[in-house]
Each structure stands twice: as C-alpha cells, then as structure tokens.
C-alpha cells in the first residue's frame, strides 16, 4: 500500500457536547488483525481517514496506534476512539482499562472513549460512566461516550449522574434505522456513531431499491447507504481493509440523496433486526 504522496480533501466535522469536533465519516477496525492494522491504517490516513475506531475487545489497538504513530498525520489530527469491555466495567476497573488501550496503542490520550456495552444485567455501567468522567475531567480522553446503549440507559446514567454522553455507537442501516433512539439522541445533543453502517457488506448493498438510487447518482450502493448515513446526522464508521475501498467510502461528499430517496429508504427499515442490549453481554 504505498505510492505517491496523496493530498486528501478534508472529511467534514460535527461538534460533539464536549467541544471536540469528530469526523463526520471514520474507519472501522473490527476482524483486521494486529498484523494488518498498521499497514491499512497507515493508507487510510494518506488519503484522509482521520477518525480511526478500534476496541479493547478487536485484539488489535496494538496495529491501530502503530499505523496511527507511524502515519504522515499529526498525532493532534486523528480522532482516536477505543472501547471498555465488559470484564473492565466498574469504577476502579475503568481507569485500569484506560491505561491498558493508551499503553496498547502506544498514545498518550484518547479522543473518545465508549463504554462497548451497556451489560445491564451486571449493573455496572453507571459506575463505569462516572470513573470515565473523571478520567475525561484529568484529560486522558478528550470526549467520553457509550455503545449500544437503548434510551432507558440513556436516561439513566444522566439521572444518576447529570452527564450526557458527547457519542452512542450503535448498529444503524436503512434497514435497521432506529428511529427512536436517533429522536431520542437528538433531543439531548448525543451525536450517533453508526456502527455496521454498510449492512456488513451484506444483501443490503444488493438490495434494488439502494442499487437504483446508487445508479441515478453515479454512486456505489455503499456510497449510496453512506450518504445516507450522513444526510440524517449521522456518523457511519464503514470498516475495510481494501485500498480502493477505503477511497471508495470517502467520496461520498459530493452528492446529496433526494427526498424521494429518503422516502424509498425509510420503506427498508424492518427488515434486519438488531443484537439486544438488554440481553447482550460479552466480557
Ligand atoms: N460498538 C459495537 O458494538 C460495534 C459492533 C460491530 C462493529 N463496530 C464498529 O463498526 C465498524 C463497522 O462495522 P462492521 O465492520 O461490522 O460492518 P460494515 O462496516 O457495515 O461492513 C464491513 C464489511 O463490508 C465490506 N465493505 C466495506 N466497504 C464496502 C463497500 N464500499 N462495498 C462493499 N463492501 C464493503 C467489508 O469488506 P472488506 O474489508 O473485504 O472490504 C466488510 O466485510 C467495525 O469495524 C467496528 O469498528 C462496533
């Protein structure tokens, strides 16, 4: 992956409730190996990649920070987010988890930190947010936020603890919109990271309604589904390891989908079903 030396269009931003400005399209990390990792993030970077998730969970924040430390981009460019697993919830635990990831990725702060789970039947995730505040407050993460988290989690750790996460990842595609939790995100300033944005590379990217609207534009079904993304406010973090991918899901800000779009999307949302996090637990 290497080549002559590329000068990338700046990938829009949205201000996040702590100040902090995030990209507005990122990269996903899961299932690319350590091995892997620096190599591809290193590319990404060159041609404009700058928002770069990985997890403690991925096995593979040491390959992340070592493309992130190795590539052409200032260290204060990137916007750098990794994830508390399940065995790391709990007060004590989370500051542990912290040092653990920073020490993986070979970095001093982090941009955000998720809590990956909300794991509700360990009921720990309150205590997990207020140790992330005040990691947050020392300023080794820049932005902290949640993952998965429904909107009675939501309101619960700013009832107990009056802080508003700046980010929810959670798994949104056209088929999968969740409304609800978007409404509900929107009216108390949450910006949505949308994880598994593509479907995973799925039926959804075959779907005759996403080709159709990808043709009318001159587009690709995932730059089609990607604006989608967009065009509702939120944060796709599509994952490849494909170089011509990679430029693939960045050109995707030269074009709007039209209202007729939208209303032909919004007719897929029903047709895949989401992972419970009220159920769900991973350690
Ligand atoms: N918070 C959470 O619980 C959670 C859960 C899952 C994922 N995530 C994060 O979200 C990121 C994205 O989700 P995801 O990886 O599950 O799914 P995704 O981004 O929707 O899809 C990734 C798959 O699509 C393929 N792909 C990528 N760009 C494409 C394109 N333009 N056209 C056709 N196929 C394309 C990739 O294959 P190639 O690599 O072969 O191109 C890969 O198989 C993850 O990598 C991870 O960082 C978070």
Sequence with gaps: MCGTTLTAAPVPAVLLNSGATMPSVGLGTYEIPDAQAESVIRWAARIGYRLIDTAASYGNERGVGAGIRAADVPREDFFVVTKIRGRDHGYDATARALEASLDRLGLDYLDLFLIHWPLPRQDRYVDTWRAMAKLSANGLVKSIGVSN?????????????????????????????????????????????????????????????????????????????????????????????????????????????????????????????????????EF
């Design 149 to 281: 988290f429904t909107p009675a989690h939501l309101d619960r750790l700013e009832q107990e603890t009056g802080i508003v996460p700046a980010v929810n990842q959670v798994q949104i595609n056209p088929r999968l919109a969740q409304t609800a939790w978007r409404e509900h995100a929107a009216d108390r300033g949450i910006v949505l990271q949308s994880w598994g944005p593509l479907g995973h590379g799925g039926s959804l990217l075959q779907d005759p309604v996403v080709e159709g609207i990808a043709d009318f534009h001159g587009k690709t079904a995932g730059q089609a589904v990607l604006r989608w993304h967009l065009d509702n406010g939120l944060v796709p973090i599509p994952k490849t390891k494909r170089p011509s991918r990679l430029a693939e899901n960045l050109g995707v800000f030269d074009f709007h989908l039209t209202s007729d779009d939208h209303r032909e999307l919004e007719l897929l949302d029903g047709a895949q079903s989401a992972m419970d996090p009220d159920t769900y637990e």
